[in-house]
């Protein structure tokens, strides 16, 4: 599994801070015989096994896909005549990502090899947790990404206060929606039917009787709302449809403003929109990323109560020295507790040994004082 696309940092990054201490036991496994030498050898790119009956088994590759996980090398290993393997680690992790041996023993139980792997599994899933926490306690999205058709209300200024930031780029403003076409189900003996636009789908549901069906279109895949429009009616399922606009042999079908399930039947229909007027008049206040805070200005004002649908880019593009150290750092605190348990809070070894409990009034938000500090650089601008 990848790593989020918006995380904060790299797993080389963390590995690179952990150290040797990112290290897991993988498996375990040794030969059952007593005849000779048996060994076991990783490198960067292979398994090898050698026995002295039956001498050398071809290498298993890590970038194989028969062997690319941990569950398929132990069950490949345990194929083996006279090898035994036993799965310590998550099976889905990745064996390229086993520690490099060099050559062992591994002849009898009593001599049984437990193989190591870089802590990479573990930690792609903290650093994705740990950029979720982050960007709650701060309220916003950091890292670069876009965003369509957010609606928002007008409030009589010359000012629109976009809700994530730095903006470093606005593709569209547009104002108000407008219907673009209805649509109705003649079905009379259905129990109900349904009309459902989503982010990337309309999904059309007659629950019972002849036409019973539940279908999802991809607006992708029709280039224009013409082309929906007919695929609707290609499902033959009771659905009519009717244009109300003049661009929809024009329109992408992607444009299709979300809406919530409706009801419709042979009398009551739905109404499906896009967003009405394009904009141009508007410009981005201090669109520098270090200072932008996602304003737009226009000559005239933002009308009060008046919809307003804006696509852009927000987000770092480069993360922050500062806020990717924060990151590490959570990464880490959370790794250091899966391997001393989440009871314990420190430890001390020497001429007494020592320790102390976890405390969760320690956290605010699950996060430490040091981690709060240096978020607080980056929390949702309060104006």
């Known amino acids: 599994m990848a790593l989020w696309t918006y995380s904060l940092t790299s797993v080389a990054e963390v590995l690179a801070y952990l150290g040797e201490h990112a290290q897991r036991d993988a498996f375990s496994l040794y030969f059952t015989g007593t005849s000779g030498t048996n060994t076991v050898t990783v490198n960067d790119a292979t398994l090898a096994l050698v026995d002295a009956d039956n001498g050398v088994t071809p290498p298993f590759t890590f970038a194989n896909a028969s062997y690319d996980t941990l569950t398929e090398l132990v069950a490949a290993i345990n194929v083996v005549a006279g090898w ?31 193989l190591k792997i870089k802590d990479v599994y573990l930690i792609e899933r903290l650093i994705d947790r740990a950029t979720d926490l982050i960007e709650r306690y701060c309220g916003r999205k950091l890292a670069s990404r876009a965003y369509s058709r957010e609606i928002y209300y007008g409030s009589g200024s010359t000012k629109l206060l976009l809700e994530q930031y730095p903006v470093t780029e606005v593709t569209r403003l547009s104002s108000g929606r407008s219907n673009s076409f209805s649509i109705l189900n003649t079905s009379t003996d259905a129990n109900y039917c349904t009309v459902e636009v989503t982010s990337t789908a309309m999904r059309l549901i007659v629950d019972g009787g002849t036409n019973d069906d539940d279908s999802s279109l991809t607006l992708a895949d029709y280039a224009t709302i013409d082309l929906l429009i007919a695929a609707i009616a290609a499902l033959a399922k009771g659905w009519s449809c009717t244009t109300m606009a003049t661009d929809t042999g024009t329109r992408d079908a992607s444009e299709l403003l979300i809406r919530p399930s409706m009801f419709v039947g042979p009398t009551t229909q739905a109404y499906i929109e896009t967003v ?20 737009l200005k226009r000559p005239s004002s933002f009308s009060p109560n008046t919809e307003y649908f804006v696509d852009y880019v927000a987000g770092f593009t480069s993360i922050p020295y500062a806020l990717e150290q924060a990151c590490i750092e959570l990464v880490k605190y959370k790794y250091d507790l899966s391997k001393r348990g989440s009871g314990l809070k420190s430890e001390k ?14 956290l605010k938000n699950g996060l430490s004082p040091e981690l709060v500090a240096e978020l607080d650089l980056f929390r949702r601008r309060d104006f």
């Open 84 to 114: 035994v393997a036993e799965l310590i680690y998550h099976g889905s992790a990745n064996t390229a990502d086993m520690i490099t041996t060099g050559t062992l023993d591994a002849e009898a139980v009593g001599n049984k090899q437990t």
């Open 276 to 295: 009405d007027d394009d904009l141009t008049e508007y410009r981005l206040l201090e669109p520098n990323e270090s200072r932008n805070y996602g304003a």
């Open 349 to 362: 070894i020497g001429n007494v040994y020592a320790y102390e409990n976890f405390n969760i009034a320690d």
